[in-house]
């Protein structure tokens, strides 16, 4: 539904940007700030992304390795940093949108994901 993201999207950017509201996007330039989970180190798939989608912003990526055997608490940590560096990256930007590449996680990694 999209309804229930939009409520998730805004609970989210109301926690990592500290309340601010920010300005509309199309005053700023910036819309939608993207990070990335799973994949490979390249990531080539984003490249993909950022052509299809060029007012798109990317944020942090972590690849697999990076998340891989963490456990639950190390990833849920590393996840809310790439989340919480990427606000702060982008101020402006009025959504924070993530992408997690399922597929591209072991059994077991990806529940912890």
Same mark, same amino acid.
């Given at each position: 539904?999209? *309804? +229930?993201?939009?409520?998730? +999207? *805004? &609970?989210?950017? &109301?926690?990592?940007?500290?309340?601010?509201?920010?300005?509309? +996007?199309? #005053?700023?330039?910036?819309?939608?700030?993207?990070?990335? @989970?799973?994949?490979?180190?390249?990531?080539?798939?984003?490249?993909?992304? %950022?052509?299809?989608?060029?007012?798109?912003?990317?944020?942090?990526?972590?690849?697999?390795?990076?998340?891989?055997?963490?456990?639950?608490?190390?990833?849920? @940590?590393?996840?809310?940093?790439? @989340?919480? %560096?990427?606000?702060?990256?982008?101020?402006?930007?009025?959504?924070?949108?993530?992408?997690?590449?399922?597929? #591209?996680?072991?059994? %077991?990694?990806? #529940?912890?994901?």
């Amino acid at each position: 539904r999209d *309804d +229930a993201g939009r409520c998730w +999207a *805004d &609970a989210l950017w &109301a926690e990592l940007s500290g309340g601010e509201v920010a300005e509309p +996007a199309t #005053k700023t330039g910036q819309g939608a700030v993207l990070v990335a @989970l799973g994949g490979n180190h390249y990531m080539a798939h984003m490249n993909d992304i %950022a052509l299809k989608y060029p007012d798109l912003l990317v944020g942090h990526m972590l690849p697999n390795y990076v998340l891989q055997d963490a456990g639950p608490e190390r990833c849920q @940590l590393v996840v809310r940093e790439a @989340l919480e %560096a990427t606000a702060r990256a982008f101020p402006n930007a009025r959504e924070l949108l993530v992408l997690v590449l399922r597929k #591209k996680f072991r059994s %077991a990694d990806r #529940k912890d994901v």
